[in-house]
């Protein structure tokens, strides 16, 4: 065994360690201060039967800065990049392209909708001889905003952004926002292994291309040609979305439960999917009243089905659809 091997070995049985610690000795580990924890942060409850989840998450961030269980948790009021290391495996990153067809088309129509209405009006405000009415992309005001909630490591606001491409739509801004750096980080890679290739519809496959990474192309150069075919067959099952789309989409690191919005601007869409669940009723009120000022009047809120329908705002109206969760803003 050479010595790279024996230290991994070794992280690994002080990090069971640490876990068997946790799970055994209800001094070092309370579960229900840690579950309250999380909750005041970010508004999150995690259920009981995540607890081996929560230890986990707890005990890496502890084992990965060399502290004690004990010690990490007086740790983290005064240390943020500690406290957002624990908030990031904590978090459950799951997510899917195309995770909701019917909620992306329906985005999608309304995209084109709000195109030809836009169109409409500068073509109404342009002069008799003028026919060249047309939305200008680099004006804020010709942009249709689209503010993913919750995206995790970026598949629903990549799968809207391929969605609007395909349509042949440019005059729109998806911002995706998330609790978790680490999340984040990866959405702005863009970059996707081939299980999620396979979601991704037929007329948005235009929208991604191969990725080889310049770290497996030099390593190539070094390597047996036995052991060659291999590894670029592993370099061939990653992918990242085009370039042309990162113009249209950014991603910002923001806490549902803060009153700040992300962003000064209005949306014409809110999505927020199967993120709901995860707060308590009064929550996740408060937090569909922050989005409902967030939506600019005639634009959308997208929920989940089934997911807050004791949600009954006096400026908002449910969208009669089979399929979709929608709300539209009525007034201000």
């Not at 009415?133 to 809207?160: F, H, M, Y």
Request: net charge positive.
């Amino acid at each position: 065994m050479n010595n790279h091997t024996q230290k991994d070995s070794l992280m690994i049985n002080k990090a069971d360690a640490l876990v068997a610690e946790a799970l055994w000795d209800d001094v070092a580990f309370d579960t229900e201060q840690w579950q309250r924890y999380i909750e005041q942060e970010i508004g999150f409850i995690l259920p009981n039967v995540q607890r081996k989840w929560l230890v986990n998450a707890v005990s890496q961030t502890a084992l990965g800065y060399g502290l004690s269980i004990i010690q990490l948790w007086h740790q983290l009021p005064i240390n943020h990049e500690l406290r957002q290391q624990l908030l990031d495996k904590v978090l459950i990153h799951e997510s899917r392209f195309f995770r909701h067809l019917p909620s992306i088309e329906f985005i999608t129509d309304y995209a084109l909708r709000w195109q030809r209405e836009q169109l409409i009006a500068a073509s109404t405000s342009c002069n008799a001889n003028d026919s060249s009415a047309s939305i200008d992309a680099s004006n804020p005001d010709d942009l249709l905003r689209i503010w993913s909630v919750g995206c995790a490591s970026g598949q629903e606001t990549w799968s809207l952004a391929m969605s609007l491409a395909a349509k042949q739509l440019t005059n729109y801004r998806i911002l995706g926002t998330d609790v978790s750096q680490q999340a984040l980080k990866k959405a702005r890679l863009g970059q996707y292994d081939n299980k999620q290739l396979a979601l991704i519809p037929q007329d948005c496959q235009q929208f991604i291309q191969p990725l080889r990474p310049a770290s497996i192309v030099e390593e190539l150069r070094f390597m047996p040609v036995s052991m060659q075919k291999n590894t670029e067959k592993n370099a061939r099952t990653h992918w990242q979305v085009m370039p042309t789309l990162k113009q249209h989409v950014r991603f910002a690191l923001h806490n549902i439960i803060d009153k700040k919005p992300p962003t000064p601007h209005l949306q014409q869409v809110i999505v927020c999917q199967n993120m709901l669940l995860y707060f308590r009723k009064f929550d996740q009120r408060d937090i569909l009243a922050r989005l409902s000022e967030q939506c600019a009047v005639g634009g959308y809120i997208i929920l989940a089905p089934g997911e807050a329908l004791f949600w009954r705002p006096s400026n908002m109206r449910r969208i009669a659809h089979p399929q979709i969760n929608a709300w539209q803003k009525t007034s201000a």
